[in-house]
Structure formats: C-alpha cells, structure tokens
C-alpha cells in the first residue's frame, strides 16, 4: 500500500487538514510550515495527484509580453473563452500578467488558484517554478512534454497558406516570423519550410526573416519587409528577383508588411501576395482585405478549461483546427467576391512534437 496523507501527517506530526492545506497551496500555514510538509511528503514519496482539488479558483497567466490587448487582441479572445467556461463550470477566473523579473510565484500564492492556465509563451524558469506547485496546470498555446496542453494546429495552418500561395503560381515566398522560443511560432516556422520540400520546390533561406528581438509586430514586420525588398533591390551579393509572396507568422504583421510593399509601390497581389495567420478584426477591413488563417481563438480558451476539469483525459495534449480564408490580399480585387475557406480536419487529441 503506498503513502498515505495520514503517513505525511504523522511524520510532520502536523494535522491531516493541514497537510491537505499545505499540499494544495491554500492560505492559513506559514510558508515554514507548508515548506517542510511538502519536503515530509517528497521524503516519504506521497503521489500528491491524489490530493486534487475541485477547481473553484482559476488563475489565467499570461506573460506580460502578451497583455497588450490593443495592439495584440489574440489572447484577448483565448480570455474570453476561459472565462465563458469558468461560468459554465461555476469556477472564478482571474488574470496575472508577469515577467521574468517579478516573482510569479508568490503573486500566485496570494491568488491561492486551485488551478493554473499558461497562456501563450513564458520562459523556461517560470514554466518548472509553475510545475513545482503541483496544482492542476494546462498550458493553452504553448507545449512542453508530460504536460497537459492545448494549441491550434499550427503546421498545418502554415501548410494551408503555403498551399494557396502555390496553387496561386507563387513560388519565392518570404516567412517573416517572430522569435522561435514561441511554441506556435516555431511551429509555423517549421510548416513554412516543410511546405517547399512537399511541394518539390526548393527553398531559399534568405527569404526567412525574423522580427527583431523587443520589437512589437508592426515595428519589426515592417523593418523586416523593407529588408527583403531592399535586398532584392540592391541585388546583394548576386542579383536576384524580389518575393512574389509573404507569409507572415501573424496578422499583425501580415498587415504591416502590406503596408510597407505599397509604401514601395509594389501592388497586392499582382506583384506580391499576402497571407497571415490568426484572423483578427483587423484582417477583413485592411485595404485590401488581407487572407489569412482562421483560429478559433475562444475555443482555445474553452478546451484549456475543460482539459483542466478532466480527471483522465483520454489525450492529454489537444490540437484544434484552423481553416483558410483566402481574400483579395491574394485572391486580387477581381476574385474579392469568391472568397475560398479551407479548413484542416479536426486533430484534437493529436500528440503533438516540440
């Protein structure tokens, strides 16, 4: 028969209410008290999965790179859908946005969460100091092994765009992307590359950019833009001909790209097409509309909850679909009206691969 909490109790010669305190991170203990319980548990090899809690308390983290809602409405919207099944389940969310300066888990501490959602990117620190409070943990939009998760399928969103770009008769087309420590990001990265050797094309790296680090989407994708059409310009260090498309990693900076190539005379699509991922408000009123990948970013906010309420998911890592939504930013004026939606078969359950 393995440990018990009464064993841990015991040997803390502690209370079992307290050391069901201690172990689930609730407030009323010392953190002395609640520190050397834990170390009697670990000494003793107490499962502390069997002590878990029902949720009546959310946490939603989000790091603060990403709580700009204004400028970046993606998680905004993956809110939403946490706090839409919060109130299903009769559970109270609340928001924490940290950095790698603040000490996130005391600020956690004070939350006193029966649970945890990582949204979005954070640094590898912070994601085992997360793990280390053994609370219930799902991340949304972000991947690392042995942990529950849910992302959209950005590999194949990025095959998807590749595809309608090929199908269109492009064939150098530009990746400007953002940092490759992003889950989705890299994986995007990844699908852009991969589509040229599916399709048996060859793929020229100098046609992937990445934003500038501590640059903001619209900054860097516009720095970007104008680098690869002043390096087809100045013909460095042979003459070669320009983009006849982007895919940018996202809309925001699909659109600032659009900005840039008509700054430079260049016109979209006729001279080169562009495509984003993610399908922000912004995409359909951009002149022109701009194509792009559509997420159900609510969904991913929703599915993070409910992987969180399952006591044995039968997957503990879920993919969601994404579809095409092809507009005249690579369809042209003429073809605005005969707009094409693609989607990707449904992957949940999926396992996913760093």
């Known amino acids: 028969m393995g440990t018990t909490i009464r064993d841990v ?38 499962d502390c999965a069997q002590l878990r809690p029902r949720i009546r308390r959310l946490t939603f983290l989000l790091h603060r790179q990403h709580n700009n809602f204004a400028a970046s409405p993606f998680f905004s919207h993956v809110l939403h859908g946490v706090e839409d099944a919060c109130r299903e389940h009769g559970i109270v969310p609340a928001l924490l946005t940290a950095g790698p300066a603040d000490d996130t888990v005391q600020q956690l501490r004070l939350h006193a969460p029966d649970a945890i959602a990582v949204a979005g990117f954070v640094e590898p620190e912070m994601l085992a100091a997360l793990v280390a409070l053994q609370r219930p943990l799902v991340l949304i939009d972000l991947w690392a092994p042995g942990l529950r998760s849910v992302n959209i399928d950005n590999a194949a969103g990025a095959a998807l765009a590749m595809q309608h770009l090929f199908e269109l008769g492009r064939r150098r087309i530009a990746f400007i992307g953002g940092s490759l420590a992003h889950y989705s990001i890299a994986q995007r990265a990844l699908g852009y590359r991969r589509a040229f050797f599916e399709a048996g094309l060859l793929f020229d790296p100098s046609l992937e950019t990445t934003i500038d680090g501590g640059l903001d989407p619209d900054t860097g994708a516009s720095l970007a833009m104008q680098r690869l059409i002043d390096a087809a310009r100045a013909g460095y260090p042979t003459p070669r001909p320009p983009p006849d498309a982007v895919f940018a990693y996202n809309d925001a900076a699909a659109l600032a790209a659009m900005r840039v190539c008509l700054a430079n005379g260049l016109r979209v699509p006729d001279d080169i097409a562009i495509i984003g991922f993610d399908d922000i408000a912004g995409a359909t009123h951009a002149t022109p509309p701009l194509s792009t990948i559509a997420v159900d970013k609510e969904a991913l906010g929703r599915r993070g909850v409910e992987l969180l309420l399952e006591e044995t998911p039968a997957a503990s890592e879920i993919r969601l679909p994404v579809q095409l939504v092809a507009r005249a930013s690579t369809l042209g004026a003429a073809s605005s009206n005969l707009m094409a939606t693609h989607a990707v078969p449904h992957a949940a359950g999926t396992p996913q691969s760093a």
């Not at 109790?9 to 002395?32: D, F, M, Y």
């Open 9 to 46: 109790a015991q040997a803390a010669n502690v209370s079992i209410g307290t050391v069901s305190r201690a172990l689930k991170n609730q407030p009323g203990l010392s953190e002395t008290t609640r520190e050397r319980i834990v170390e009697v548990a670990r000494t003793l090899g107490y």
